[in-house]
């Protein structure tokens, strides 16, 4: 939560601290509310979002003849409500009857799926589950060669496919393989080839019937770059509709100044942020921790 706070506060806290400057000031007239608006829209908070917060702002930050002694407390208030910090992040990484946990991880080229298919076995083993990873990215010559040096750096085994495979079989071998080992979690890591809705969907649709053949898929992860805006928006919905997303992890949080992008996707797709990278380093990814997060945009 540290580093949360630590890597947060020079890109993300610029928001809240436009914010607080803007609330604080003495006479809070139109102009001003149309900044506080351009400011949570800059940073991706989303249309329908801006104008609930600021509609809440302004009910409670209107007090005949005088101001709200704590504005910042108030902020958080709304903020917090906005992230919603009653959501259920918790991965599901467990299986059932014996069966591993399976983590099918998906969103498209450059999000950093890999990277984070990496980090995730790293806190799993770090916590002392047993975990197979699965390339089944089998359409960028780089993706399994990436996924297996993280294996041998987190010291798991990872089953891969020649370059062209047929995703579908990648995957069920590497849950094969997980079963038969007994090992608590397979993660499962896809091609993000930039389709149509329809292919995407073939194609996740096939992956999964395939893998359920063996073990019930646990946890759907859409990793999505923060940095990406209102791309990443268009991107999440795709995802969405082509496939049954349970949990978001949004990446390279380090790098944006838009943290807005949180309330956006969890409204937009119905499911909870649960992860979020932090930088490329194999230690860089955190649970989402709503009220910490709230704290960084506010500095
Ligand atoms: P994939 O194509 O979706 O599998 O994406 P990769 O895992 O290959 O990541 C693409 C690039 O993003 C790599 O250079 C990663 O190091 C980088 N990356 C991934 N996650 C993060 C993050 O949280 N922060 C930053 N700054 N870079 C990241």
Do not use: C, H, Y
Not at 5 to 15: D, E, I, K, P, Y
Not at 138 to 143: C, I, L, P
Not at 181 to 191: E, H, L, M, P, Y
Not at 242 to 261: E, F, P, Q, R, Y
């Amino acid at each position: 939560l540290v580093r949360l706070r630590q890597r947060l506060a020079g890109s993300q806290g610029a928001l809240g601290r436009g914010l607080l400057a803007l609330l604080s000031r003495d006479r809070l007239d139109e102009d001003t509310w149309e900044s506080i608006e351009d400011t949570l829209l800059t940073a991706d908070v989303g249309v329908a979002p801006t104008q609930q917060l600021v509609e809440n702002l302004r009910t409670r930050l209107r007090v005949e003849g005088g101001q709200v002694d704590d504005v910042r407390a108030v902020v958080r208030e709304e903020l917090l409500a906005l992230v919603n910090p009653d959501l259920d992040r918790r991965l599901q990484i467990s299986g059932e009857d014996g069966a591993p946990g399976v983590v099918l991880v998906v969103g498209v080229n450059g999000a950093g799926k890999t990277t984070t298919v990496g980090k995730i076995a790293r806190i799993l083993v770090a916590e002392n589950r047993s975990v197979v990873l699965g390339a089944a990215d089998t359409f960028r010559a780089a993706a399994a060669e990436q996924l297996a040096t993280w294996g041998g750096r987190v010291g798991v085994d990872v089953v891969r496919g020649d370059e062209g495979a047929d995703p579908a079989s990648v995957a069920f071998r590497a849950v094969e393989a997980g079963a038969r080992s007994g090992v608590d979690t397979v993660i499962v890591d896809t091609a993000g080839r930039l389709q149509n809705k329809q292919g995407l969907m073939d194609e996740l649709g096939k992956v999964k019937r395939v893998i359920e053949k063996q073990a019930p898929v646990t946890e759907v992860l859409l990793v999505l770059d923060a940095t990406t805006g209102q791309n990443g928006m268009t991107q999440a919905r795709v995802f969405g509709e082509a496939v049954d997303v349970s949990g978001i992890v949004l990446t390279k949080l380090d790098g944006s100044a838009k943290g807005g992008i949180v309330v956006q996707v969890q409204r937009e797709l119905g499911v909870p942020v649960k992860l979020v990278g932090l930088g490329e380093g194999a230690d860089d990814l955190a649970p989402f921790d709503a009220g910490a997060f709230v704290d960084a945009l506010l500095g």
